[in-house]
């Protein structure tokens, strides 16, 4: 079993964002002088960047401008799904692992985008949003493979919340609609994103215990999924496999693998993937070199 040597860093995302969606549906008018190939350009620009630190320093002024946008247009979908794309992106790759205060703010922002851009989007899951879980699904028949963003993006930013509140009951009683919502994705479209509605249902399914619901085995027939679809070019399925399953069972070959995979493969497959591997190859680091720290698997 190879282990990298020298290994650390900070906790990084799985996934960044695309700025584009700033300037979609309502804001059209705000740059409607401008043309769409310049901002596709921009977005293509954006998650090519392999400087991490830059990318860390711009996103908050995304953030703002999306803000401020959202307030004068409350009920632009589009704006809200941007925003909590944005913020989920950002409380992931920056905040969620070393300040646990400012991650429960940012991730309450993701949720609550997310929500509302899916309840401006269907009116069905605007009904059920609140109840019982029963009743909750009865929306999912009602969403067609055009709802995927808007459905994925619900339940990972509600999932983020879901973790920064971990230790709330209620947070977790809430796990069984964000699996269905991504069971749903799944069912619709599983290659979406590089099959990272996969990888994510894996992670829903080790959140909890075995004697309270979760189902280990399960999620690592997901994760086996997740990157067969990823075809091996998007790296932050292996780090999820890793530390949401490999560790969670004490399968010590199966972790230090994964993330050497990760360590050894090239951050570029695909031009705009570059920083998003990026991201997931230092987030590979930290979690080889914490778990040798911590001498977790001795």
């Known amino acids: 079993m190879q282990r990298p040597v020298g290994a650390h860093a900070r906790t990084l995302p ?3 964002l695309c700025v584009l ?6 804001c059209s ?3 409607g ?3 769409q190939p310049l901002f596709d350009n921009l977005t293509s620009s954006f998650m090519q960047q392999r400087d991490v630190v830059l990318a860390e320093q711009g996103t908050p002024a995304f953030l703002l401008i999306l803000d401020g946008l959202i307030t004068h247009s409350p009920n632009n979908a589009n704006l809200l799904l941007a925003g909590a794309q944005a913020y989920s992106a950002y409380n992931t790759a920056f905040v969620a692992g070393h300040d646990p205060e400012r991650n429960k703010i940012l991730a309450d922002k993701a949720k609550d985008y997310a929500i509302r851009a899916l309840s401006l989007h269907s009116r069905k899951f605007a009904a059920v949003q609140d109840a019982r879980h029963d009743e909750f699904v009865t929306c999912l028949p009602s969403f067609r493979e055009k709802d995927v963003p808007f459905l994925f993006y619900a339940a990972t930013s ?10 709330s009951w209620d947070a977790i009683a809430e796990l069984p609609k964000v699996q269905s919502l991504i069971g749903r994705v799944i069912e619709l479209d599983p290659t979406f994103y590089y099959g990272t509605p996969e990888a994510f249902m894996g992670a829903l399914l080790t959140i909890r215990p075995p004697a309270l619901g979760g189902q280990p085995e399960i999620a690592r027939e997901h994760f086996e999924r997740a990157l067969v679809l990823g075809e091996g070019r998007f790296l ?3 780090v999820m496999f890793a530390n949401s399953y490999a560790k969670l069972v004490y399968d010590e070959d199966l972790f230090f693998s994964l993330l050497n995979t990760v360590l050894e493969s090239p951050v570029d497959p695909e031009p705009d993937l570059i920083l998003i591997n990026t991201l997931a190859q230092r987030q590979a680091r930290e979690a080889i070199q914490r778990a040798l720290d911590d001498e977790y698997f001795d």
């Not at 969606?21 to 309502?26: D, K, Q, R």
């Not at 509600?158 to 230790?167: D, Q």
């Open 14 to 16: 799985l996934v960044f």
């Open 21 to 26: 969606l700033l300037f979609s549906g309502g």
């Open 29 to 31: 008018r705000i740059v």
């Open 33 to 35: 002088h401008y043309t």
């Open 158 to 167: 509600w999932a983020g919340w879901i973790m920064a509140n971990s230790a």
């Open 236 to 238: 932050p399925s292996y």
